[in-house]
């Protein structure tokens, strides 16, 4: 089952390790890891995203919450959260396909950030499972290279 | 605030904090900081240094002072191999929850990434074995990285940390000033005890028909001891403890089951097996404890007094989870039971009564024969220090481990120190040696085996030296022996890489070259005698190695086989119901 876990960390060197090492000496991969600033200053959140056992995870958050950089952690739930990523997608867009390609874009509200004589550069902000759609869909095309942010996530304004 | 440089704040800081022995062997990237301790001390500075021979023997010796103390222990070692040589007791005082202050040297600052010769990354290799870590690469930052790590060593569930300074910051100077708090916004053990949690907990004790208390070192490392006993008492509930528990409650109280797990009593396993509710006081459900954990305690309910909230329903599901410091959780529970309990209650007589049956018929047994047997030695050193209230035992690891927490009898917390979690051979000299430096006025005996002798005992060059005299009781079996149990019982037989027979090397003259008095005893009818000159020469300030050559047939029993349950215990002389075992 995948989580999503956003962890509000001391902005210290280490910080970050601290917490991968955990699921990393478990054996769990982590799918996406996304690291920036806050509000307040000091402070950076981590936005970590991996599949792994109910009974794991619990007890890898109790041991994140012990770590001495750690100030807070919360599960981001898809009911009770804002999520967002951003791709970049190079596809292969020769000038017969473009046409679909761009209706593609269009639909999912990517935009064109490049354009070359073969391949074009879209780019995407939205639900990270609104950009695994973009992405199977232009895939027969050919994606000549792809990169992703790693999926972040507020919890939302109001409440369920 | 006073102008120093880095090296001087380092033992400053130390001295700030109360320490008054600390343990290690300088190098080129701490080499500073032994200057400022040389002039510290030249000064009339009272922070003792014990030199130990290799930083590992330093780092147990640390574990050793800071397990016979209930103080934070202190190491020191320089960058490269004296802190990859820390690594086994950093991750040692982690597996036991020891208190521990590591402090290396570092390559400067602008050398660190390098490759510069005797650098390595201390902070990034003990990263999983440490509560926290912190390189320090400004003079400025001494003082309060220091204080922020005997905070973090000792409070919630004591452990290890490591402060890895770098040379530039050791020549720097800065103005000192120890700060007189911490700050560490996101480090906060739990303080409080849930009234609630306590009232249920209560509640089901008074209800349960076949209680017992599970008491783990946690008891001994929250000094909850005392509230313990009074629990006990309180409820008439029997108490097992834990390998690192032993001593938490008094061995020879009658409540006292004794030890669970593996090599612990079969009275110990069978009241646990049988029990209705577990009441777990500092304890981790350890699969050396639990063996098969479906098979653990399978009819209890569980209460878990625990201050570290990641290992409450780690491994068994708890009932009535109690997160809090030990020792005002169960002051907290002992006031609640006072007005619940009713007057005239009983303790649970009938249960109390089975166990005493399981007790008179299931005893720890050996048999006699020709050659010594380890147990024969253990019985005759408990015998010899009987009614002593000064004696600290320290063990190694393996067999002669487990017999020592089988037969020596220790009625007071931080008198048994042993490598629980960690199972480190070569613990007990160094850790004697710490244990002997916290407590000057203690009889320190190391029960040792020649498999853990010959991996630390140039410590007792240390012990010499420094003025802090051990006895060494060395059982000494020829093997690796629980290695040859094993191989004896589970891979037929198959003695692979675990004989140590032979005429070198000879115990009785390494003993000698490290200045400690030698005695070699293989018959029973000169124990006595031995021990008896041991402890006089002890008394009068020499070490002694009491080289006591044993049967090394001898295996350890009872035993619950890897993997099995209370239910398939081995006992002494039910060998051959091994491979019944092992054929279902």
């Known amino acids: 089952m995948k989580h999503t876990l956003s962890v509000l960390v001391e902005d210290k060197p280490g910080a970050l390790s601290r917490i991968t090492n955990l699921f990393a000496r478990r054996g769990y991969n982590i799918d996406s890891l996304a690291v920036g600033q806050t509000e307040r200053e000091g402070v950076s959140r981590v936005t970590l995203r991996v599949d792994c056992a109910e009974h794991s995870l619990e007890q890898i958050t109790k041991q994140i919450y012990k770590l001495v950089n750690v100030l807070k952690l919360t599960e981001l739930t898809p009911d009770d959260a804002v999520e967002r990523e951003i791709a970049l997608f190079t596809v292969a867009a020769p000038p017969e396909r473009r046409g679909e390609l761009m209706a593609f874009a269009d639909h999912y509200g990517a935009r064109v950030s490049d354009l070359g004589p073969k391949e074009i550069v879209f780019e995407m902000v939205g639900h990270p499972e609104d950009l695994d759609s973009f992405e199977e869909l232009v895939r027969p095309y050919g994606i000549k290279e792809m990169v992703r942010t790693g999926r972040i996530g507020l919890s939302r304004a109001v409440r369920h | ?584």
């Open chain 2, 1 to 584: 605030m006073t102008r120093m440089t880095g090296a001087d704040a380092i033992i400053r800081s130390l001295e700030a904090e109360g320490v008054d022995v600390c343990f290690g062997v300088p190098g080129g990237m701490i080499i500073d900081t032994y200057d400022a301790l040389y002039r510290a001390q030249a000064n009339g500075s009272k922070l003792r240094h014990v030199l130990a021979r290799h930083e590992q023997g330093a780092g147990h010796m640390a574990e050793g002072y800071a397990r016979a103390s209930g103080k934070v222990g202190v190491a020191i070692a320089t960058s490269g191999p004296g802190a990859t040589n820390l690594i086994t007791a950093i991750a040692d005082a982690w597996m036991d929850s020891t208190p521990l202050v590591c402090i290396t040297g570092q390559v400067p600052s602008t050398k660190i990434g390098t490759d510069a010769f005797q650098e390595t990354n201390a902070t990034g290799i003990t990263l999983p074995i440490v509560k926290h870590s912190w390189l320090v690469q400004k003079a400025s930052d001494i003082p309060a990285t220091i204080k922020a790590a005997f905070h973090v060593a000792q409070t919630g569930r004591s452990g290890p940390v490591l402060v890895d300074i770098t040379k530039d910051a050791q020549v720097a100077e800065l103005d000192f000033k120890y700060p007189d708090h911490v700050d560490l916004p996101g480090w906060n053990p739990p303080r409080k005890v849930n009234q609630r949690q306590i009232i249920s907990a209560a509640r089901a004790i008074l209800e349960a028909d076949k209680p017992v208390i599970y008491a783990g070192g946690g008891v001994i490392n929250g000094e909850a001891s005392a509230e313990l006993l009074e629990l006990a008492e309180l409820t008439g509930i029997p108490v097992v403890t834990t390998l690192t528990g032993k001593g938490g409650f008094p061995d020879s109280h009658p409540l006292n089951v004794g030890h669970p797990g593996m090599h612990g009593m079969k009275y110990a396993n069978m009241a646990l097996n049988r029990a209705d509710l577990v009441i777990a006081i500092g304890a981790r459900f350890d699969d050396r404890v639990t063996g098969n954990v479906s098979a653990f305690a399978p009819n209890a309910r569980v209460i878990h007094f625990e201050v570290d909230a990641a290992e409450i329903g780690k491994i068994r599901e708890v009932q009535i989870p109690i997160c809090a410091p030990l020792q005002p959780a169960l002051a907290k529970l002992l006031g609640e039971l006072r007005k619940q309990i009713p007057e005239g209650r009983e303790g649970p007589a009938e249960w109390i009564s089975k166990i005493a049956e399981w007790k008179d018929e299931f005893p720890l047994r050996y048999e006699l024969g020709d050659l010594l047997k380890p147990q024969q030695v253990l019985e005759a050193v408990r015998d010899a220090t009987a009614g002593r209230d000064d004696i600290i035992w320290a063990t190694g690891v393996g067999q002669h481990q487990m017999w020592a927490m089988q037969y020596m009898v220790c009625d007071r917390p931080r008198s048994f120190i042993t490598s629980g979690g960690l199972g480190t051979m070569g613990f007990g000299v160094p850790a004697a040696v710490g244990a002997k430096a916290a407590r000057p006025d203690a009889t320190v005996i190391c029960i040792d085996g020649d498999g853990c002798f010959q991996m630390t005992s140039k410590e007792l060059t240390t012990a010499t030296l420094h003025g802090l005299p051990i006895i060494v009781v060395l059982i000494r079996n020829g093997y690796l022996g629980m290695v040859r149990q094993w191989q004896e019982m589970f891979y037929d037989e198959r003695y692979s890489q675990t004989d140590l027979t032979g005429p070198i090397p000879d115990y009785a003259k390494m003993a000698e070259a490290f200045g400690a008095v030698a005695m070699t005893v293989t018959d029973s009818s000169e124990l006595d005698a031995a021990l008896e000159r041991a402890i006089a020469e002890n008394a009068a300030g020499r070490s002694v190695v009491v080289d006591a050559v044993c049967d090394s047939q001898e295996k350890v029993f009872p035993m619950i086989p890897p993997g099995a349950s209370a239910a398939d215990i081995l006992e002494y002389g039910s060998h051959e119901k091994v491979k019944e075992f092992e054929a279902r």
